[in-house]
């Protein structure tokens, strides 16, 4: 599949760096602490999800169901949001996250990078990449390539 622009014209969804920067300081600020319905109605009702290794799942409802399952993982969610890049309707930005792991216990941390596609000011398509370790355990090269 060919990627292609969900822009109808060149200037439909056209952001400007600080409008880009800003709407990533806006969604950083959701999680804390988690604005489960805000999150939602940040993506557009049909967007497209490919989250790291989950299957790819598509909606604002599954999105919603996605962060409650999250919130309800993630205790104390610490997160920082850098803004990265704006090409025309997609942003882009990386994030470190820090929190207690509900089920476990363990401190853990978190790294990665998102790319947004955007469409009348909400997500429509959001791939994420990312790593995450218990943040009492370094990690050398060798271990993350096992």
């Known amino acids: 599949m060919a990627p292609q622009s969900l822009r109808k014209d060149d200037h439909a969804n056209r952001l400007t760096i600080d409008e880009a920067r800003a709407f990533v300081r806006h969604v950083e600020s959701l999680f804390m ?3 489960l319905d805000a999150l939602a109605d940040g993506f557009t009702e049909d967007c497209i999800v490919r989250f790291g290794n989950l299957p790819e799942f598509r909606g604002r409802a ?3 169901t996605f962060f409650a399952a999250r919130s309800a993982r993630q205790r ?3 997160l920082v949001k850098e803004f990265r890049s704006l090409m025309g309707d997609t942003i882009t930005n990386v994030w470190n996250g820090t ?3 509900a089920e476990s216990g363990f401190a853990m ?3 990665g ?3 947004w596609v955007m469409k009348d000011g909400r997500i ?6 990312f790593n995450v370790v218990r943040a009492d355990q370094p990690i050398s090269v060798a271990d993350a390539l096992r």
């Not at 429509?124 to 990449?129: D, H, M």
């Open 113 to 115: 990078v998102e790319l």
């Open 33 to 35: 602490p988690w604005n």
């Open 62 to 64: 599954a999105v919603r």
């Open 124 to 129: 429509a398509v959001w791939e994420a990449a």
């Open 99 to 101: 929190w207690d792991d």
């Open 76 to 78: 104390n969610y610490h």
């Open 109 to 111: 941390k978190g790294f």
